[in-house]
T-cell receptor
Framework: SQKIEQNSEALNIQEGKTATLTCNYT??????LQWYRQDPGRGPVFLLL?????KEKRKERLKVTFDTTLKQSLFHITASQPADSATYLC???????????FGSGTRLQVQP | GAGVSQSPSNKVTEKGKDVELRCDPI?????LYWYRQSLGQGLEFLIY????????KSGLPSDRFSAERTGGSVSTLTIQRTQQEDSAVYLC?????????????FGSGTRLTVV
């Protein structure tokens, strides 16, 4: 069955640096991938969607890439700030399935 | 309302009791989803409602779990004869199915603790 995997280890970076988070999937390419931010005690908040036929999508300091050869999506936060500290989840939508499948998330900690 | 509302925010129950969790989606959102999240884990899909179509119940872990959505709006997730492994945060989300690029809007969840 299709799986979606994220690095379970927390990522610690210095303020101002670029944070890069990885999302890998097995088997076939999903129709699209979405990225969410989750703060403690809150539900996930939608950030970006990238479709199978798109290589890159940007929104302010966020950039997402989708590499169907590597079966991987990368999520970048440029000029990171302590306020960016949170858990980031990727999710895939398979053709034929009606609900998103989420990865377990990667916790990002930005040090001032 | 402006967002997805879930109640209660916290629920402590004794093993063997039944619980009901409520979700008020965003007005006009035709799709409604229930997920659960155990400590340090990802979101586990439970059930999906879309308009008047039959719900997708493929994620419900046992027949102790059931959900309904009345009038295409409010949804209730019921867990009968609760077990300790049911302890988790139960998240509800809604979306406009016709607009994938809007993503899901989640509520803050109900934290269920079975003692």
């Amino acid at each position: 069955s299709q799986k979606i995997e994220q690095n379970s280890e927390a990522l610690n970076i210095q303020e101002g640096k670029t944070a890069t988070l990885t999302c890998n999937y097995t088997n076939y390419s999903p129709a699209y991938l979405q990225w969410y931010r989750q703060d403690p005690g809150r539900g996930p908040v939608f950030l970006l969607l990238i479709r199978e036929n798109e290589k890159e999508k940007r929104k302010e300091r966020l950039k997402v890439t989708f590499d169907t050869t590597l079966k991987q999506s990368l999520f970048h936060i440029t000029a990171s700030q302590p306020a960016d500290s949170a858990t980031y989840l990727c999710a895939q939508k398979d053709t034929g399935r009606r609900a998103l499948t989420f990865g377990s998330g990667t916790r990002l900690q930005v040090q001032p | 309302g402006a967002g997805v509302s879930q109640s209660p925010s916290n629920k402590v129950t004794e093993k063997g009791k039944d619980v009901e969790l409520r979700c008020d989606p965003i007005s006009g959102h035709t799709a409604l989803y229930w997920y659960r999240q155990s400590l340090g884990q990802g979101l586990e899909f439970l059930i999906y409602f879309q308009g008047n179509s039959a719900p997708d119940k493929s994620g419900l872990p046992s027949d102790r779990f059931s959900a309904e959505r009345t009038g295409g709006s409010v949804s209730t997730l019921t867990i009968q004869r609760t077990q300790q492994e049911d302890s988790a945060v139960y998240l509800c989300a809604s979306s406009l199915v016709s607009r994938d690029d809007y993503g899901y809007t989640f509520g803050s969840g109900t934290r269920l603790t079975v003692v």
